[in-house]
């Protein structure tokens, strides 16, 4: 006949040892960093969607903001883009020399010709503060 198995049981040790540990787990807990910001967004950096392109024959492709929002990132990708209709200078350029400075951030912008259509990333700081635009537009 099979032997049977007897339950396992704690012994002295074991047993005042486990009260104290998940005590010092619970007083720990008001110490720990949060892992994400209220919204569930990480507030480095944010992947966002890209404004409506404004002009006829282009698109906005991507928007990354780092310690900005996502609305104040297509806010100052737009006025980038209007400063870029009043300054147009020359369309193959690689730096927009401009639009330097958009709503107190400092811009960036570099082209590239491809196929008819040019591409641009634009990219404007001030401090910690970043975001970088990349769009698309017909030559």
């Not at 074991?14 to 007083?27: D, I, K, N, Q, S």
């Not at 002009?55 to 400063?83: D, E, M, N, W």
Request: aromatic share 10%; proline share 6%.
């Amino acid at each position: 006949m099979p032997q049977l198995m007897e339950k396992p049981t704690f012994g002295r040790g074991l047993r005042r040892v486990l009260p104290l540990a998940a005590l010092a787990c619970t007083a720990a807990l008001p110490f720990a960093a949060p892992a994400s910001s209220a919204s569930g967004v990480s507030v480095g950096r944010r992947v966002c969607t890209p404004p409506k392109y404004p002009g006829k024959g282009g698109r906005s492709v991507s928007l990354t903001t780092f310690h900005l929002s996502c609305a104040g990132g297509r806010s100052i990708s737009l006025a980038q883009y209007r400063c870029r209709l009043r300054y147009p200078g020359v369309k193959r350029t690689k730096v927009n020399t401009g639009c330097k400075t958009v709503r107190g951030y400092k811009c960036f912008e570099q082209r590239l010709l491809n196929k008819g259509y040019y591409y641009g990333k634009v990219e404007c700081g001030k401090g910690r503060r970043d975001s970088v635009w990349i769009y698309r537009q017909k030559d």
